[in-house]
């Protein structure tokens, strides 16, 4: 039974992942343009590097988003950062 399932094709839905080195998130106006693209993209997830946060700026962040997201600020904010968002 488990291998028509592996084997079924028709049982497995594609995944759209796309990864952005954004280059600083501070910008309201840059996220929220970052934001509407990806939405635009529909894709299940995305990756972001060099989000430029900072543990202070990460709930405000994950409110801007309209799905499921994951955070990290790294050790400065000025190289680091990466985020995971969901649809």
Request: charged share 25%; proline share 2%; net charge neutral.
């Amino acid at each position: 039974e488990f291998n028509k399932t592996i084997n079924n094709k028709q049982n497995f839905s594609p995944l759209k992942i796309i990864s952005w080195n954004v280059n600083g998130l501070h910008s309201y106006d840059k996220r929220e343009k970052i934001f509407e693209y990806i939405e635009k993209l529909d894709c299940d997830a995305c990756y972001l590097q060099e989000t430029h946060s900072s543990p202070s700026l990460i709930n405000t962040w994950k409110k801007e988003w309209h799905g499921q997201s994951f955070w990290n600020s790294g050790e400065t904010h000025l190289t680091c950062g990466v985020a995971i968002l969901f649809k």
